[in-house]
């Protein structure tokens, strides 16, 4: 079974990617996950050069209003680009975090559907896109006047082995009163923060499993 997860252990969202005969062929194998002995094993490493060629792109633009500190639901855009070619996938989301779940765009898969929380794809090409929009409760409150956005953990694992990823998070403030705080895990090589007065995002190439947190506090406090 080769899995992208992407959940954090507050139900944030799920990519379980299961292909339609269990293990991929030799050829396959052979073909998309090379040099088996140097697989990273799970503990989390930042790449600092991106590798030679395009790996999975997992993107996500989170849109904050001042509703979402009452409720807790933010704006979701999500694009996944250069998945693995597989015969049938599927993206499945917390059933009760998430809502007005809808595909808005796909390139090289022949069917896609949304079945209740899960976006179900079948015969994955090389190249493949897929994007949705959606509603996601993933602001929590984190004290006082604080509040907090969990990701994670992304990963693309395959049988034991973690595979190189990237992730691209952009978070518009709008017009929801919130500021960026901190952000964990810290900018370094492979992991680069950006911020301005109205967003703040991530862009990241890594191996293992990586959770992130970016927390705001309310302006002027």
Request: charged fraction near 20%; aromatic fraction near 10%; include cysteine.
């Amino acid at each position: 079974m080769y899995c992208l997860p992407c959940r954090s252990s507050k139900a944030v969202f799920l990519l379980t990617l299961l292909p339609l005969f269990g293990q991929a062929a030799p050829s396959e194998e052979e073909r998309f996950f090379k040099n088996i002995s140097e697989v990273n094993d799970g503990d989390l490493r930042f790449l600092a050069n991106a590798p030679d060629s395009p790996v999975h792109h997992h993107q996500n633009r989170i849109t904050l209003t001042p509703d979402s500190l009452a409720s807790g639901w933010v704006k979701l855009e999500q694009c996944h680009q250069y998945l693995d070619p597989v015969p049938s996938s599927q993206i499945v989301y917390g059933e009760d975090r998430i809502r007005a779940l809808r595909i808005t765009r796909t390139e090289n898969i022949e069917r896609t559907w949304v079945n209740g929380h899960s976006v179900q794809m079948e015969n994955i090409k090389p190249a493949a896109l897929i994007c949705i929009e959606a509603e996601s409760l993933a602001l929590l409150s984190d004290g006082p006047n604080a509040y907090v956005l969990r990701n994670g953990p992304y990963m693309r694992r395959f049988l034991d082995g973690y595979y190189p990823m990237r992730v691209t998070m952009t978070v518009s403030l709008g017009n929801s009163g919130l500021r960026f705080d901190s952000l964990s895990p810290t900018a370094q090589p492979g992991f680069n923060l950006r911020i301005s007065h109205d967003e703040v995002g991530y862009d990241t190439w890594f191996e293992g499993r990586l959770s992130t947190a970016i927390r705001f506090v309310e302006q002027g406090k």
